[in-house]
């Protein structure tokens, strides 16, 4: 087998290239219509077939073996968030208030270098790898857009893949697991109506911040109470809205936040028990309580089977490399979930800090950046694990 890390490594200039003229022009969610052109240019380039304007800018390409075979899918994701970049990088955002923080910049570099890598081997190849660059995945439905656009379909994967460079640990770490990886995540809104009045006569008032106080207080014994111990649930609200004056009792709160889980029947609990608790104590302090869940994206659950083929894969192509297989990787979410819903998958994580560089901000972050390193690691892993998968 040919050493894709080393063929991979041979392209950094070329991928390191694309990344930072990616970084230097992001796009939010929805809107990458120049970073859509960049992909298109670069994969019709390779003389591949290029669809464009999926899902707005969403971009589809096929790379077709030389032989029958399935079809794999490797999805990845484009756009970039309402961060102003504080880096200071020679490659920094020059979109005000627009940032690449959270390394898609990287994923689509890696996306056209697992092209190239893959193209090289048409001749070798039994089957086809479906290519997926996707839009909005910051929370914007970007994946689901893309399905109900029929990226799954014509011709259909049976097998999917996606990655995130991962700047909560080094680079050398890879996290591949069966199972759940990436938590769920829904939206809830929680408006309190009271009474308004004056701040020195709160008896003729009904007090919606204190009915508040309360409810942030005992919305925490949901994760600490009401959850199995081995399981886990965050119920983190995060913004709390009301009154204008210092000496005016407001009439109403709105509070938002987001709730995260592994599990649907703990997600459910959740729902059930956030919601008991912010009527029960709001209308035990005399305030009208109007409850809501938005936004609800899945938990990302790997398939065991896929996961361990790509496990396999990096000990190939990525020897010495460290794999955390104890999953469960982060509470944060990820619209990925909505492919894995449909086909069996795995999504898998590149260790991307360096310590003696500064490359240490997390994820969302004005100071966000990785080590570049990352970059032709994911592409070889990628690569490899889809001719694995194209074997299976
Ligand atoms: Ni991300």
Same mark, same amino acid.
């Given at each position: 087998?040919?050493?894709?890390?080393?063929?991979?490594?041979a /392209?950094?200039?070329?991928?390191?290239?694309?990344?930072? =003229? /990616?970084?230097?022009?992001?796009?939010?969610?929805f809107?990458?219509?120049?970073?859509?052109?960049?992909?298109? @240019?670069?994969l019709?380039?390779?003389?591949?077939?290029?669809?464009?304007?999926?899902?707005?800018?969403?971009?589809?390409?096929?790379?077709?073996?030389?032989?029958?075979?399935?079809?794999?899918?490797?999805?990845?994701?484009?756009?970039?968030?309402?961060?102003?970049?504080?880096?200071?990088?020679?490659?920094?955002?020059?979109?005000?208030?627009?940032?690449?923080?959270?390394?898609?910049?990287?994923?689509?570099?890696?996306?056209?270098?697992?092209?190239?890598?893959?193209?090289?081997?048409?001749?070798?190849?039994?089957?086809?790898?479906?290519?997926?660059?996707?839009?909005?995945?910051?929370?914007?439905?970007?994946?689901?857009t893309?399905?109900?656009?029929?990226?799954?379909?014509?011709?259909?994967?049976?097998?999917?893949?996606?990655?995130?460079?991962w700047?909560?640990?080094?680079?050398?770490?890879?996290?591949?697991?069966?199972?759940?990886?990436?938590?769920?995540?829904?939206?809830?809104?929680?408006?309190?109506?009271?009474k308004?009045?004056?701040?020195?006569?709160?008896?003729?008032?009904i007090?919606?911040?204190?009915?508040?106080?309360?409810?942030?207080?005992a919305?925490?014994?949901?994760?600490?109470?009401?959850? =199995?111990?081995? @399981?886990?649930?965050?119920?983190?609200?995060?913004?709390?809205?009301?009154?204008?004056?210092?000496?005016?009792?407001?009439?109403?709160?709105?509070?938002?936040?987001?709730?995260?889980?592994?599990?649907?029947?703990?997600?459910?609990?959740?729902?059930?028990?956030?919601?008991?608790?912010s009527?029960?104590?709001?209308?035990?302090?005399?305030?009208?309580?109007?409850?809501? /869940?938005?936004?609800?994206?899945?938990?990302?659950?790997? =398939?065991?089977?896929?996961?361990?083929?790509?496990?396999?894969?990096?000990?190939?192509? /990525?020897?010495?490399?460290?794999?955390?297989?104890?999953?469960?990787?982060?509470?944060?979410?990820?619209?990925?979930?909505?492919?894995?819903?449909?086909?069996?998958?795995?999504?898998?994580?590149?260790?991307?800090?360096?310590?003696? @560089?500064?490359?240490?901000?997390?994820?969302?972050?004005?100071?966000?950046?990785? =080590?570049?390193?990352?970059?032709?690691?994911?592409?070889?892993?990628?690569?490899?694990?889809?001719?694995?998968?194209?074997?299976?």
């Open positions: 087998m040919t050493d894709l890390f080393e063929k991979a490594r /392209l950094f200039p070329y991928t390191q290239a694309i990344r930072r =003229d /990616l970084h230097q022009h992001p796009e939010l969610a809107q990458e219509f120049r970073t859509s052109g960049v992909i298109a @240019k670069e019709r380039d390779l003389g591949l077939e290029v669809t464009t304007g999926v899902a707005k800018t969403g971009v589809l390409a096929m790379i077709e073996g030389a032989k029958p075979g399935p079809v794999i899918m490797l999805r990845f994701d484009m756009d970039a968030l309402p961060i102003e970049e504080k880096t200071g990088a020679e490659y920094a955002s020059q979109n005000a208030g627009v940032m690449h923080a959270c390394g898609h910049d990287g994923h689509v570099a890696i996306g056209l270098t697992v092209a190239r890598l893959l193209n090289d081997m048409r001749e070798e190849m039994a089957g086809s790898v479906k290519l997926l660059f996707q839009p909005a995945e910051e929370g914007a439905g970007g994946a689901d893309m399905i109900k656009e029929g990226s799954l379909e014509g011709p259909a994967p049976i097998k999917c893949l996606g990655l995130h460079i700047n909560e640990q080094p680079i050398g770490w890879l996290g591949i697991a069966g199972g759940p990886v990436m938590a769920s995540a829904v939206m809830f809104k929680i408006i309190l109506t009271g308004g009045g004056h701040g020195a006569i709160p008896h003729l008032a007090d919606p911040v204190v009915a508040a106080a309360q409810i942030i207080s919305a925490q014994t949901i994760s600490s109470r009401n959850t =199995d111990p081995q @399981k886990a649930c965050v119920v983190s609200i995060c913004t709390v809205n009301a009154g204008h004056a210092f000496n005016v009792i407001p009439h109403s709160v709105e509070m938002t936040g987001t709730i995260r889980t592994f599990d649907t029947q703990v997600e459910q609990m959740t729902y059930k028990r956030l919601e008991e608790i009527r029960g104590i709001g209308e035990a302090m005399g305030c009208k309580v109007e409850f809501s /869940l938005d936004n609800p994206t899945p938990p990302v659950i790997n =398939d065991p089977t896929v996961a361990n083929v790509v496990k396999q894969a990096a000990r190939i192509v /990525l020897p010495g490399h460290e794999i955390d297989d104890r999953g469960r990787t982060t509470m944060g979410a990820e619209d990925f979930a909505y492919y894995l819903q449909k086909i069996p998958g795995a999504f898998f994580f590149i260790g991307s800090t360096n310590q003696e @560089k500064g490359l240490i901000y997390g994820h969302h972050h004005p100071k966000f950046d990785f =080590d570049e390193g990352a970059l032709p690691r994911g592409a070889a892993l990628m690569a490899q694990a889809a001719l694995e998968l194209l074997q299976a």
